[in-house]
């Protein structure tokens, strides 16, 4: 498994403290991560269009425009069509009703630590994790929802899943699709 994070954070301090723990988790549980680092509004702009993660970490308080904060980030990024994670940092209480605009799974309040993150990061493994299959092609994995694959064939060494919107075809047993539809 592999998870693509994006973190938006203005700080480098905060960035790196987020992002030293993220990686002890990962390292802890074996699960590989890629982490993407956002520090700007013109940054998370550019990158909006493009953007694909697992997990998007948003500072809530930002200092590179006056104007725009994480929750207007999360706001647009659900505009956009994402439907991944949101998990809000912040050093103020007071902005934790306004997660639930975005449909935030979580609000963590700095300063972050490993636990914290331990903790938030286990329970999305726990709730998610198994909700998706995880298809692999070369060095890319794609997570397909269970619910979009409509069925599975075996064609000679190849097993073809056919999604709602797709076909995957991959090179495994057929008995390894226990790994696609878990118990």
């Known amino acids: 498994m592999i998870i693509n994070i994006t973190i938006l954070e203005d700080n480098e301090s905060d960035f790196i403290t987020l992002s030293d723990s993220i ?48 929750i207007d980030a999360c706001k647009q990024l659900r505009e956009s069509g994402y439907t991944g994670i949101i998990i809000f940092l912040t050093a103020f209480k007071e902005y934790v009703f306004d997660g639930y605009d975005v449909q935030a799974f979580n609000y963590l309040l700095k300063p972050i630590n490993y636990g914290t993150i331990n903790n938030c990061l286990d329970k999305f493994i726990h709730l998610f994790s198994r909700e998706f299959y995880y298809y692999h092609k070369g060095n890319d994995i794609i997570s397909i929802p269970y619910n979009d694959i409509m069925y599975i064939e075996k064609n000679g060494h190849d097993v073809i ?11 495994i047993s057929l008995m390894l699709t226990s790994q696609i539809f878990p118990t």
């Open 161 to 171: 899943l056919h999604t709602t919107s797709n076909v995957f075809v991959e090179r």
């Open 23 to 70: 990686k002890k988790w990962a390292a802890n549980t074996g699960i590989l991560i890629n982490i993407i680092w956002l520090n700007s509004y013109k940054k998370f702009i550019k990158s909006l269009p493009t953007l694909k993660c697992d997990l998007f970490f948003s500072d809530i308080e930002l200092n590179c425009n006056n104007s725009f904060t994480g």
